[in-house]
């Protein structure tokens, strides 16, 4: 079963903030797209953000790190799947990787007119 999924990129100059980090909203950017990939994957339908909880940021994002955000299904609802993500961040140069965000976020899969639609979960009996 696809109930993980994960990504990795270089964080760059235009992902920065006033401050020379990374921005807050491009680190919610990458949970929202993360979670909506693992969420498409797992479903194979077409999935929009409900609700977003209990987010932190830990420690900033250096630019030129390389990120990864790690996501799991940890709820398997009807038409709903509760992910959990986490966000880490690796120097390459010195080898040192650091936790830098957390949270949780609710997706719904959609039929093709915009109604939420119940998922087939392949490990339920009663699908
Ligand atoms: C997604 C949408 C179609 C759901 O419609 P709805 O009929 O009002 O949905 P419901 O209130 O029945 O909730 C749907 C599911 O989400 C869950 N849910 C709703 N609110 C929730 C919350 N605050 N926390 C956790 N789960 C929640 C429900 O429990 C239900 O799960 P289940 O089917 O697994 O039991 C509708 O709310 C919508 O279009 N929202 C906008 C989405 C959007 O634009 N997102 C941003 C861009 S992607």
Known sequence: MD???SMS????????NFSGNVHGGKVMKWIDEVGYALAVKYSKRYCVTK???????LKPIEIGDLVKLDAEI???GNSSLRIKIDVFSIDLIKGKSKKNC???IVFVALDKNGKKVNIKHPKKKDN
Request: aromatic content about 20%; glycine content about 0%.
């Open 51 to 57: 609700f977003v909880d209990d987010i932190e940021f």
């Open 9 to 16: 990129f270089l964080a760059e100059p235009n992902d920065a």
């Open 102 to 104: 957390e949270c949780f």
């Open 3 to 5: 109930t993980k999924l």
């Open 74 to 76: 940890i709820k398997f």
